[in-house]
């Protein structure tokens, strides 16, 4: 469950994401200049950035120094301009009563996007609805908000929530998460073979239907290789993939395998590539965690300590996961000494590798028809892109691939919102023809 990985995530990432930033060797460099003045042009957006209401408060928000890995300050500082903030809700069982909980949580979180940009921080951040509104906001100097909705839970039985959702600002949902939800099967269905719908249920297949009416794009993350398929042949629509990478390099269900690449390139959609360390390098990731937990006990031990597995802490209760919160944030130090006098450790995935997993995508689909996410504060981040405050990292890395600023502008926001004006233009199609 995502709120468990979020939690394991936090103390991985407390322990060792965090290093002093450095850019200055990179100034030497002759691409250096070229970098800046590209990521300072173009639109940098990024599709998947999850949130934490308690967050979205009068008293602790994102217009302060968050150790959340998105705020605003790490976003000016970063240079990146438009975040996809995340209505996500957590899969459950399949009862009204588990529908209504679901429904309550996503009107939670649009509720405190709206906060940020209405109340807290109305000079700095606009929600952004359009592709138009995406550049009129950015010329004004403010940062820009969208909405994404995870997992379609929470639509429940009422095809009339995805009107709803859409005119609170959602412009992308996936129809499953970790789990099967009851309009699609998600990809976790390859750890067992198990399989609830065989791909879409006759209900997503009606969501499918509504959110091409409405102008909602599709998101296919999350769902299984079939649902995928289904969805392809219903829409009528492109469709995104808010936060994939390419499965040919990294053999992991999240990512998209070279038979759906294809069917994304047919659809006209587009991969928003993924900073998520274990869908960039599985077998990397794991030598570097494992040494990094290594350490970790040995000093929890010195500390008369315990460090916990994921399961465990799974079996504590709320009050002593926040104790042992605590514990990993007085280990943290010491920790991080430790590590940075260590040589020859594993080394951590990074924006090398990601951009590997845009230069595949690039070669088998085209320049239009891949993009960029990070998955900040909902298990992202690699070495070199650890926070928003090192987004024109990826751009550098760009540079240094010989990537143009016309094909850097289509990576950064270009395809996407190009993929959004189509939706939307369906929308209209669809609507002017049902009022003749």
Not at 178 to 196: A, C, F, Y
Not at 220 to 243: D, G
Not at 392 to 414: C, D, H, M, P
Request: glycine share 6%; net charge negative; charged share 25%.
């Amino acid at each position: 469950m995502k709120n468990l990985a979020l939690f394991t995530t936090i103390i991985l990432f407390l322990l060792s994401c965090k290093q002093e930033k450095n850019n200055t060797g990179e100034q030497t460099d002759p691409l250096y200049s070229k970098a800046k003045a590209i990521h300072e042009k173009v639109i940098t957006l990024d599709t998947h950035c999850d949130i934490n209401v308690d967050n979205f408060t009068t008293l602790k928000n994102y217009t302060q120094n968050l150790d959340t890995q998105v705020t605003l300050p790490k976003m000016k500082s970063g240079g990146l301009d438009v975040a996809w903030f995340i209505v996500y809700t957590r899969q459950d069982s399949l009862t009204p009563q588990g529908y209504e909980k679901a429904y309550k949580n996503a009107i939670t979180k649009f509720e405190a996007i709206y906060r940020l940009v209405d109340d807290i921080a109305p000079n700095e951040i606009e929600l952004a609805v359009t592709s138009a509104q995406v550049r009129e906001i950015h010329s004004k100097g403010k940062k820009v908000a969208m909405i994404g909705i995870e997992n379609g839970y929470p639509v429940g039985t009422e095809i009339e929530n995805v009107q709803r959702f859409y005119d609170l600002g959602g412009r992308y949902m996936s129809l499953s998460h970790q789990g099967h939800s009851q309009l699609s099967d998600s990809n976790t269905g390859e750890n067992d073979s198990i399989w609830l719908h065989n791909g879409l249920s006759e209900l997503g297949k009606e969501v499918i239907v509504e959110m091409n009416r409405v102008g909602m794009m599709i998101d296919v993350s999350h769902p299984s290789k079939e649902a995928m398929r289904q969805m392809i042949e219903l829409t009528k629509a492109p469709i995104i993939a808010s936060h994939s990478s390419a499965r040919a390099l990294c053999d992991h269900s999240r990512n998209l395998d070279d038979e759906q690449l294809q069917w994304m390139k047919e659809n006209g959609g587009v991969v928003q590539t993924v900073a998520f360390r274990t869908y960039l390098n599985t077998e990397k990731s794991d030598l570097r965690i494992a040494k990094e937990k290594e350490i970790a006990k040995e000093i929890a031990d010195s500390m008369g300590g315990t460090w916990l597995e994921r399961k465990e802490v799974a079996a504590l209760q709320q009050e002593e996961k926040d104790a042992y919160l605590k514990f990993v944030e007085k280990l943290r130090p010491m920790h991080l000494k430790k590590m940075n006098s260590m040589k020859n450790l594993p080394p951590r995935v990074d924006v090398v590798d990601y951009v590997n997993h845009i230069d595949y995508m690039v070669e088998k689909m085209g320049i239009d028809h891949v993009g960029i996410s990070s998955d900040f504060d909902g298990g992202g981040g690699i070495e070199g892109w650890s926070d928003a405050s090192e987004t024109f990292n990826v751009t550098l890395e760009l540079v240094k691939r010989g990537y143009t600023e016309a094909q850097i502008e289509k990576l950064w926001s270009g395809n996407l919102l190009r993929v959004l004006d189509e939706v939307q233009q369906v929308a209209k199609e669809i609507q002017s023809k049902k009022s003749v």
